[in-house]
């Protein structure tokens, strides 16, 4: 029954301000389960209400359940856009971007009307979302092992290519002490013998030429002292 033109609401549920509001709720109602038979009864009612015959709400019916099709066959257009593009990025290892599409698949199952089918593509969707995720992760884990080792083999390098200017030095001051025994200079000879001995304390050359210098330079000294 209605009194002053309005519709007695129902309990629990806020009044709509006139039969015209009851039916658009109704009808947005019907929009997200166009099969609801509660609704429709309801539907029914408030078209008595506004004195609009069966045929007349048969049609509404029908327009809204195009319309709730339509929607649900955008939904999975969107889905399924979203899915390739995932996909496509998973394939190029750009993971970001294949979770960004892949959330925005999973928000359209979301945010569908329970009674769509998917055909399979809501658990396709969600498999790949917890693979790209996992994958990227994987990736960054590569990525700083890649670096640590990188940093390493840096380093080692520069160990080496030092350990060779170290051997290059030594190998002249050595040379050099042994031209200088050859020349007579002795003193000279036990300078570049104890410079290499230095940087190097194992030498045997070295340590060989700083002692034939020493005795060749007590025998110089002993011959001009003679």
Excluded: C
């Excluded at 969600?126 to 693979?131: P, R």
């Amino acid at each position: 029954p209605a009194t002053s033109g309005r519709a007695t609401p129902r309990s629990g549920h806020p009044a709509p301000t006139s039969p015209e509001d009851l039916a658009a709720t109704i009808y947005h109602a019907l929009g997200i389960d166009p099969d609801n038979l509660q609704v429709k009864r309801a539907l029914a009612e408030v078209n008595s209400l506004l004195g609009q015959g069966d045929g007349e709400i048969e049609t509404v019916t029908s327009e809204l359940n195009q319309r709730h099709q339509l929607r649900v066959q955008q939904l999975k257009v969107e889905a399924g856009e979203s899915l390739r593009a995932g996909k496509e990025a998973i394939a190029r290892g750009d993971y970001a971007k294949a979770i960004a599409e892949l959330t925005i698949a999973t928000n359209h199952v979301l945010w569908a009307p329970y009674s769509i089918d998917w055909s399979g593509m809501d658990t396709e969707i969600s498999e790949l979302l917890a693979k790209a995720k996992s994958d990227k992760d994987a990736a960054a884990a590569q990525a700083t092992l890649d670096a640590q080792q990188a940093a390493f083999e840096a380093l080692q390098a520069q160990r080496d290519a030092e350990e060779e200017r170290q051997q290059a030095a030594i190998e002249t001051m050595l040379q050099q002490g042994l031209a200088a025994f050859d020349k007579g200079d002795y003193d000279d000879a036990i300078y570049y013998a104890d410079q290499t001995l230095r940087k190097d304390p194992r030498n045997s050359w070295a340590s060989d030429l700083r002692d034939s210098a020493f005795k060749a330079g007590r025998e110089q000294v002993r011959a001009d002292y003679v």
